[in-house]
């Protein structure tokens, strides 16, 4: 069964974010709270990489995230940190005998630095009152690090005991109630150096590898009102083949999409709420799940100095 079944480590739960207005510019000095619950429910699809059939997942992860904005040599920027926790249960058959596991642990972190190239110098509450959208460019810069919870000697975990980075170049434009944003990146890892390993199954350490992976992703929005928008959300990303000890999985090729839809809404002075719905559009390998989540944000302006 773990022959035939080890290439379930890959990285199949990796979410691929929906994220509509990352490159909107805000004033020097926020900070917002958010607090994400989101439920994920589908099948696995292992494209004759494995003999395994029936697979599928449902899992839940509240995030804590933190962002702050600042001026980066007199352009808007900010930074976020998410601290995510995940909980789980999988099933499939493996020639013919049905199998199910639990998990449940912090999954790996996740930090972003994103800064503006056009359109957007930083600015203070006052001045961009005054100020109006058209064109934005930015880039960013997000980095995964290995802090979930990860056991060498379990080939399902949170954790993925490798280092992500994803640089990406981001468009946004305005046209009075309607937004239109286009990203561009791709997904960079470091190696496993102990995928599946030290175990009965395997009395050696063994190494993990995935090839980069490419990214798009588009939205279109609209202002209903002030502080209040709906978007629809895609996505497409290929690439990202497996090589367990240097040995190459052809049949792990990632060629996916996903499409859906969020709405935003301010509750009070400080606080909003985002609600968001996404589903597989074509999956050929890997986790064919529907999605919902919610968040909650607190926002408040810092001092200045």
């Not at 020097?28 to 997942?57: K, Q, Y």
């Not at 449902?58 to 940190?81: K, L, W």
């Not at 367990?244 to 002075?269: H, M, P």
Request: hydrophobic residues 40%; charged residues 15%; glycine residues 10%.
């Amino acid at each position: 069964m773990v022959l035939c079944a080890l290439w379930l480590g890959s990285g199949i739960c990796r979410a691929q974010d929906l994220a509509p207005r990352a490159y909107t510019i805000t004033p020097l000095r926020s900070n917002a709270i958010t607090l994400t619950w989101s439920f994920n429910h589908g099948d696995i699809l292992f494209e004759g990489a494995t003999p395994i059939t029936d697979a599928s997942g449902t899992y839940q992860v509240p995030v804590f995230s933190y962002y702050h904005s600042f001026s980066f040599f007199g352009r808007s920027a900010n930074v976020v940190a998410s601290v995510p926790y995940a909980v789980g249960s999988f099933q499939g058959t493996v020639l013919g005998e049905a199998y199910e596991i639990h998990r449940s642990g912090l999954a790996d972190s996740a930090f972003r630095f994103s800064f503006n190239l056009k359109g957007g110098p930083a600015m203070s509450l006052r001045e961009m009152v005054k100020w109006q959208q058209h064109v934005l460019l930015g880039a960013s810069l997000k980095v995964v690090a290995p802090t979930g919870q990860y056991d060498s000697t379990r080939l399902i975990n949170w954790g993925a005991n490798r280092w992500g980075f994803k640089p990406e170049f981001g468009y946004s434009q305005r046209w009075n109630h309607w937004v239109l944003d286009g990203y561009v990146g791709a997904w960079f890892y470091t190696t496993n150096s102990a995928f599946f390993s030290n175990n009965a199954f395997y009395g050696s350490t063994r190494t993990q590898s995935q090839d980069p992976i490419g990214v798009f992703e588009g939205h279109l929005s609209y202002d209903v009102r002030p502080l209040v928008w709906v978007s629809l959300d895609g996505n497409f990303w290929f690439g990202g083949s497996t090589s367990l000890n240097g040995v190459k999985n052809a049949n792990s090729y990632e060629r996916d999409s996903r499409i859906g839809g969020t709405g935003a809404f301010r509750v009070s002075v400080h606080q909003s709420l985002k609600l968001s719905y996404s589903d597989a559009g074509y999956v050929r390998f890997g986790g064919r799940y529907k999605n919902v989540s919610v968040a909650w944000q607190y926002t408040w302006l810092g001092e200045p100095k």
